[in-house]
Nanobody, 117 residues
Framework: QVQLVESGGGLVEPGGSLRLSCAAS????????MGWYRQAPGKQRELVAT???????NYADSVKGRFTISRDNVKNTVYLQMNSLKPEDTAVYYC???????????WGQGTQVTVSS
């Protein structure tokens, strides 16, 4: 049973920081590509960042230099450190686990991030 449990969402002022966590179970975590996606009201879901087993990272242009994705293969947890937050970062953020050979994907429940003064 694949399970992705997210935490760390909330309300933050523009320019502030927030760290999201996603604890994974039911998978061989170390070989999975992990990622964070987000969906704002009226918008399509978009990729924020991914990290492979390598670990190689990939970021959306809109968050480069501000967000950092990382993983801890001992704790089976992926993180998203978000700095210099902007109102346009407001969205529901979803954790994703992807098996690299079949591209099978699993999703977390989503956590709300609101950037507002």
């Amino acid at each position: 049973q694949v399970q992705l449990v997210e935490s760390g969402g909330g309300l933050v002022e523009p320019g502030g920081s927030l760290r999201l966590s996603c604890a994974a179970s039911g998978i061989r975590f170390s070989i999975y590509t992990m990622g964070w996606y987000r969906q704002a009201p009226g918008k399509q879901r978009e990729l924020v960042a991914t990290i492979t087993s390598g670990p190689r990272t990939n970021y959306a242009d809109s968050v480069k230099g501000r967000f950092t994705i990382s993983r801890d293969n001992v704790k089976n947890t992926v993180y998203l450190q978000m700095n210099s937050l902007k109102p346009e970062d407001t969205a529901v953020y979803y954790c994703n686990a992807e098996y690299p050979f079949t591209r099978t994907r699993s999703w977390g429940q989503g956590t709300q991030v609101t950037v507002s003064s």
